[in-house]
Protein backbone atom coordinates (compact mmCIF):
# COMPACT_ATOMS: atom_id res chain seq x y z
CA UNK A 1 0.00 0.00 0.00
CA UNK A 2 1.52 3.14 -0.99
CA UNK A 3 1.92 5.76 2.11
CA UNK A 4 -0.18 9.39 1.84
CA UNK A 5 3.77 10.89 1.49
CA UNK A 6 4.05 8.51 -1.90
CA UNK A 7 1.21 9.42 -3.18
CA UNK A 8 1.32 13.10 -3.15
CA UNK A 9 4.59 13.00 -5.14
CA UNK A 10 2.84 11.88 -8.18
CA UNK A 11 2.29 13.93 -10.82
CA UNK A 12 -0.22 16.50 -10.96
CA UNK A 13 -2.66 15.37 -13.52
CA UNK A 14 -1.74 16.95 -17.07
CA UNK A 15 -3.80 19.22 -18.54
CA UNK A 16 -7.18 18.68 -20.01
CA UNK A 17 -6.03 18.78 -23.81
CA UNK A 18 -3.82 15.84 -22.55
CA UNK A 19 -6.37 14.09 -20.88
CA UNK A 20 -8.51 11.00 -22.77
CA UNK A 21 -11.25 9.54 -22.98
CA UNK A 22 -12.14 6.12 -20.69
CA UNK A 23 -12.18 4.13 -23.69
CA UNK A 24 -8.46 5.42 -25.07
CA UNK A 25 -5.90 2.81 -25.31
CA UNK A 26 -4.33 3.12 -21.77
CA UNK A 27 -0.72 2.82 -23.39
CA UNK A 28 -1.01 6.10 -25.52
CA UNK A 29 -2.45 7.34 -22.27
CA UNK A 30 0.16 6.71 -20.07
CA UNK A 31 2.60 8.18 -23.16
CA UNK A 32 0.77 11.32 -22.76
CA UNK A 33 1.61 11.70 -19.04
CA UNK A 34 5.05 10.97 -19.53
CA UNK A 35 5.57 12.93 -22.36
CA UNK A 36 4.35 15.78 -20.31
CA UNK A 37 6.19 14.83 -17.26
CA UNK A 38 9.14 15.09 -19.34
CA UNK A 39 8.79 18.14 -20.69
CA UNK A 40 8.11 19.63 -17.10
CA UNK A 41 11.25 17.62 -15.63
CA UNK A 42 12.94 19.53 -18.58
CA UNK A 43 12.12 23.38 -17.50
CA UNK A 44 12.57 22.04 -13.90
CA UNK A 45 16.45 21.45 -15.15
CA UNK A 46 17.05 24.80 -16.98
CA UNK A 47 16.09 26.41 -13.70
CA UNK A 48 18.18 24.17 -11.95
CA UNK A 49 20.97 24.97 -14.27
CA UNK A 50 20.23 28.98 -14.16
CA UNK A 51 21.44 28.25 -10.13
CA UNK A 52 24.19 26.21 -10.80
CA UNK A 53 25.59 29.04 -13.44
CA UNK A 54 24.68 32.08 -10.60
CA UNK A 55 22.06 33.27 -12.48
CA UNK A 56 18.66 32.08 -10.79
CA UNK A 57 14.97 32.91 -12.31
CA UNK A 58 13.75 35.95 -9.52
CA UNK A 59 11.93 34.00 -6.77
CA UNK A 60 13.28 30.83 -7.37
CA UNK A 61 13.72 28.33 -4.67
CA UNK A 62 16.70 26.33 -5.93
CA UNK A 63 15.43 23.11 -2.76
CA UNK A 64 11.90 23.46 -4.57
CA UNK A 65 13.48 23.11 -7.67
CA UNK A 66 15.89 20.46 -6.84
CA UNK A 67 12.40 18.91 -4.95
CA UNK A 68 10.20 18.87 -8.15
CA UNK A 69 13.01 17.18 -10.24
CA UNK A 70 13.28 14.57 -7.90
CA UNK A 71 9.23 14.16 -7.60
CA UNK A 72 8.79 14.54 -11.62
CA UNK A 73 11.50 11.66 -12.03
CA UNK A 74 9.88 9.54 -9.40
CA UNK A 75 6.25 9.94 -10.86
CA UNK A 76 8.22 8.70 -14.55
CA UNK A 77 9.70 5.97 -12.77
CA UNK A 78 6.28 4.87 -12.26
CA UNK A 79 4.78 5.39 -15.12
CA UNK A 80 7.54 3.57 -16.90
CA UNK A 81 6.80 0.51 -14.21
CA UNK A 82 3.13 0.79 -15.39
CA UNK A 83 4.17 0.21 -18.98
CA UNK A 84 6.08 -2.68 -18.74
CA UNK A 85 3.92 -4.24 -16.80
CA UNK A 86 0.92 -3.73 -18.90
CA UNK A 87 3.35 -4.70 -22.12
CA UNK A 88 3.43 -7.74 -19.98
CA UNK A 89 0.55 -8.73 -19.83
CA UNK A 90 -0.62 -7.57 -23.04
CA UNK A 91 2.37 -9.96 -24.68
CA UNK A 92 0.70 -12.96 -22.57
CA UNK A 93 -2.71 -12.43 -23.95
CA UNK A 94 -2.28 -11.30 -27.10
CA UNK A 95 -5.57 -12.72 -28.39
CA UNK A 96 -7.52 -11.05 -25.33
CA UNK A 97 -6.12 -7.81 -26.74
CA UNK A 98 -6.37 -8.47 -30.41
CA UNK A 99 -2.80 -7.41 -31.25
CA UNK A 100 -0.18 -8.69 -33.47
CA UNK A 101 3.09 -8.70 -33.63
CA UNK A 102 3.04 -5.37 -35.53
CA UNK A 103 1.00 -3.43 -32.71
CA UNK A 104 3.09 -4.74 -30.52
CA UNK A 105 6.27 -3.11 -32.08
CA UNK A 106 4.95 -0.07 -32.72
Given at each position: ?10 A?T????M ?35 G???P ?6 T ?7 I ?7 Q ?13 S?F ?9
Amino acid sequence: AASAASTSARAPTPPAAMQRPSSADPFNTVKAEVTHSLDTLQGHFKVFEAHMNGNPPPGDDLDWTLSQIKNRIKSISWDVQDLEESIDVVEKNRSRFNLDDAELNR
